[in-house]
């Protein structure tokens, strides 16, 4: 049903300098795979088949990543080594990429924007390959999937956070419709805690419906003088239905070195040890 899934990929990374000097901030490892993998895997496993890359200067490396190394098939084919590809000829044999960039550095809801070529008049999936989610059984996206199925509307992602964290994240205020569902009354990006309606916190997974584009055009400058998906979202959140879905499962921020850490060790017990 949703087929389509788009990945904001022209941030700049400079948490992580120098790692991210000439490498995509998406292409560093948990264990042996690239951020962007696992969200591309996500997307996957949620019945998607189309991956919609919003790229920019210095990104090339994602697209090498998602194509045939000549090369090395090569030159491992048929020895001991050639399990090694099998997980990242599986992705690439699954879907199909395409990219866009983002020429100017104007926001996550900018970023969505550029990739309204790519994606058309259909409800898409957004995830940002920083939050790496891992669930048990259906992944995060798959869960937002089965809930689209039921509402038709756009939804959010979110997780408790502790509350001086408010300042990180977009938060969100709404009636619990059902047990974990919340239809959304107000949404907030990064507020000082003592501003926040709650510690209900926006994590980088998004089902949107294709209006968002047309609010998105619309949307002026907020938080940080840039073009909000938390802002547009209230928009459409005032005219339609949005809701907000405690998902099942962990998250981890890899955009911060605390969460990449833990995310890495949490990898290794599960796959490694
Ligand atoms: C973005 C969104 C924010 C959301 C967060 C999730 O912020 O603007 O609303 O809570 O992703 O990771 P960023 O982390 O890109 O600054």
Redesign the pocket.
């Known amino acids: 049903m949703i087929k389509k899934c788009l990945f904001p990929a022209a941030g700049y990374g400079t948490r992580f300098l120098p790692a991210t000097k000439a490498t995509p901030k998406e292409m560093l490892p948990i264990l042996t795979k690239p951020l962007i993998q696992y969200g591309v895997e996500e997307a996957i496993q949620a019945g998607m088949d189309t991956m919609a890359i919003i790229t920019g200067r210095g990104k090339r490396a994602i697209e090498d990543h998602f194509d045939i190394s000549y090369e090395l098939e090569h030159q491992i084919k048929n020895t001991p080594k050639e399990h090694y590809l099998n997980e990242i000829r599986h992705v690439i044999g699954q879907c199909t990429f395409s990219y866009t960039r983002q020429i100017e550095m104007k926001g996550?809801g900018h970023a969505i924007l550029c990739g309204q070529s790519l994606i058309g008049n259909e409800a898409f999936a957004v995830v940002?390959a920083?939050?790496l989610c891992h669930a048990k059984d259906d992944g995060v996206l798959a869960q937002m999937v089965k809930l689209y199925a039921k509402y038709k509307c756009s939804i959010v992602a979110i997780e408790e956070i502790p509350k001086e964290d408010t300042n990180?994240?977009?938060i969100i205020e709404g009636n619990e419709i059902e047990d974990g569902i919340f239809m959304i009354s107000n949404m907030i990006?990064?507020p000082e805690p003592k501003d926040a309606p709650s510690n209900l916190?926006?994590?980088?997974r998004y089902i949107l419906t294709p209006d968002i584009f047309d609010i998105l055009k619309t949307t002026k400058a907020g938080k940080a003088d840039e073009i909000?998906?938390?802002d547009a979202l209230l928009t459409q959140a005032k005219n339609n239905m949005v809701l907000a879905y405690k998902f099942d499962g962990k998250r981890f921020?890899c955009?911060s070195i605390d969460g990449f850490v833990e995310a890495t060790n949490y990898f290794y017990k599960k796959e490694v040890k």
């Open positions: 996550l940002l920083d939050d990180k994240y977009g990006e990064k916190a926006i994590i980088g909000q998906i938390t921020d955009g």
